[in-house]
């Protein structure tokens, strides 16, 4: 395999020096790909080195987490600063459009760019996630009140880890990437504030659907289903023998559903105008 040649950028937005990296043929279509509410941009190393063959790829970290430090903000987190700062890089970039891959907390970044932007999103992609605009399920809205149940972080930490993978070398690297206690605080705050129902809404983009057949939380694969339903572009796939984080419990699966999916829906052709 040839390797990959990665560039590591930054930029500053609402005091978090974020951090981004970049791979594949400039001037291809552009696959933007956002980590879960917990990780960082390395959740998405194997499908970087596959899809960079054909595509302009971005990685990113969010503020708080990984090297995009600290969390800024004054200490919350909005969904709507994360969407500015997300489509600030793909601006700096050259991109009016580009294909958003998202997986848990990362699918309602984009969603969110979707539902705001949609001129912008070529196709969504969605890992592992609820539909913002189906109103908060009720499982969600309980445990963000719930918080961190005052138990100590390690043991929340813990929980975090054997919750998102199944494999062994997933849990490590969700146990080494996991953000700090600041930043689960500020996201559990603001989650329920992600949810806004419009049920006659409709994406109006080519929508890849998946989570993992062995996800920890159940509320994930009755939830697509009919979310999937709902959705008249949406081709939905579930992941064998993987978790949450089913892009890394198989990778092998994952990748080629999604490298179809890209071949479909977002030509080689389309170029950064």
Same mark, same amino acid.
């Given at each position: 395999?040839?390797?990959?040649?990665?560039?590591?950028?930054?930029?500053?937005?609402?005091?978090?020096?974020? *951090?981004?990296?970049?791979?594949?043929?400039?001037?291809?279509?552009?696959?933007?790909?956002? *980590?879960?509410?917990?990780?960082?941009?390395?959740?998405?190393?194997?499908?970087?080195?596959?899809?960079?063959?054909?595509?302009?790829?971005?990685?990113?970290?969010?503020?708080?987490?990984? @090297?995009?430090?600290?969390?800024?903000?004054?200490?919350?987190?909005? !969904? @709507?600063?994360?969407?500015?700062?997300?489509?600030?890089?793909?601006?700096?970039?050259?991109?009016?459009?580009?294909?958003?891959?998202?997986? +848990?907390?990362?699918?309602?970044?984009?969603?969110?760019?979707?539902?705001?932007?949609?001129?912008? $999103? !070529?196709?969504?992609?969605?890992?592992?996630?609820?539909?913002?605009?189906?109103?908060?399920?009720?499982? !969600?809205?309980?445990?963000?009140?719930?918080?961190?149940?005052?138990?100590?972080? +390690?043991?929340?930490?813990?929980?975090?880890?054997?919750? $998102?993978?199944?494999?062994?070398?997933?849990?490590?690297?969700?146990?080494?990437?996991?953000?700090?206690?600041?930043?689960?605080?500020?996201?559990?705050?603001?989650?329920?504030?992600?949810?806004?129902?419009?049920?006659?809404? @409709?994406?109006?983009?080519?929508?890849?659907?998946? *989570?993992?057949?062995?996800?920890?939380?159940?509320?994930?694969?009755?939830?697509?289903?009919?979310?999937?339903?709902?959705?008249?572009?949406?081709?939905? $796939?579930?992941?064998?023998?993987?978790?949450?984080?089913?892009?890394?419990?198989? &990778?092998?699966?994952?990748?080629?559903?999604? !490298?179809?999916?890209?071949?479909?829906?977002? &030509?080689?052709?389309?170029?950064?105008?």
């Amino acid at each position: 395999m040839q390797s990959l040649t990665t560039e590591h950028q930054q930029i500053k937005r609402s005091n978090t020096l974020l *951090h981004y990296w970049l791979a594949g043929p400039v001037g291809h279509p552009l696959v933007v790909f956002t *980590h879960g509410g917990g990780m960082d941009h390395r959740m998405f190393e194997v499908q970087q080195a596959l899809v960079a063959k054909e595509y302009r790829v971005l990685l990113w970290d969010m503020h708080g987490r990984g @090297q995009s430090q600290p969390l800024g903000m004054d200490g919350t987190f909005s !969904l @709507q600063t994360v969407v500015d700062d997300l489509l600030t890089i793909v601006d700096n970039l050259g991109y009016q459009q580009a294909c958003f891959v998202g997986q +848990s907390v990362g699918s309602y970044v984009s969603q969110e760019v979707a539902l705001l932007y949609p001129e912008r $999103v !070529l196709a969504l992609v969605v890992i592992g996630g609820f539909c913002l605009t189906m109103g908060i399920p009720q499982f !969600l809205s309980s445990r963000t009140q719930r918080g961190m149940n005052n138990a100590p972080f +390690s043991k929340f930490k813990q929980f975090m880890v054997e919750t $998102v993978g199944i494999r062994p070398e997933v849990k490590a690297y969700a146990e080494a990437a996991c953000a700090p206690l600041e930043t689960w605080i500020a996201m559990r705050k603001a989650i329920p504030d992600f949810f806004h129902e419009e049920a006659d809404y @409709q994406l109006p983009m080519p929508f890849l659907l998946t *989570h993992g057949a062995l996800d920890a939380l159940p509320e994930i694969k009755e939830h697509a289903s009919i979310w999937a339903q709902r959705e008249s572009n949406c081709r939905y $796939v579930v992941i064998p023998d993987a978790g949450h984080n089913a892009n890394q419990d198989n &990778p092998e699966f994952f990748n080629q559903v999604l !490298l179809s999916f890209l071949h479909q829906h977002v &030509p080689l052709a389309t170029s950064l105008e």
